[in-house]
Nanobody, 122 residues
Framework: QVQLVESGGGLVQAGGSLTLSCAAS????????MAWFRQAPGKEREFVAN????????YYTDSVKGRFTISRDNAKNTLYLQMNNLKPEDTAVYYC???????????????WGQGTQVTVSS
């Protein structure tokens, strides 16, 4: 069992920055790949970024490359998403997820947080 809780969402102006956190339960956190997904109204859940168990391998969707950074602190059982130069199109509910495989498909991830709202104004 893995429990995930996101935090750090909020309202920011375009061009601003925001950092999301995802606190994970259990001592087995280091065995899981982690990912961030987002979902805007009327759209499917979209892959944002992921990171392998050690933190040495990361992938990003093209729209956030150069702006977002995914990282993890296994000692703190915490996943992060640093978001810079935010755009209105980044507005969505952001979810963290954990799974045994690294990938872009939501079905690969077994555990999900409840989500945190990010709103970027023009």
């Amino acid at each position: 069992q893995v429990q995930l809780v996101e935090s750090g969402g909020g309202l920011v102006q375009a061009g601003g920055s925001l950092t999301l956190s995802c606190a994970a339960s259990g001592r087995t956190f280091t065995t899981y790949a982690m990912a961030w997904f987002r979902q805007a109204p009327g759209k499917e859940r979209e892959f944002v970024a992921n990171i392998n168990w050690s933190g040495r391998v990361t992938y990003y969707t093209d729209s956030v490359k150069g702006r977002f950074t995914i990282s993890r602190d296994n000692a703190k059982n915490t996943l992060y998403l640093q978001m810079n130069n935010l755009k209105p199109e980044d507005t969505a509910v952001y979810y963290c997820a954990a799974g045994k495989e690294l990938g872009r498909t939501p079905t690969l991830y077994n555990y999900w947080g409840q989500g945190t709202q990010v709103t970027v104004s023009s």
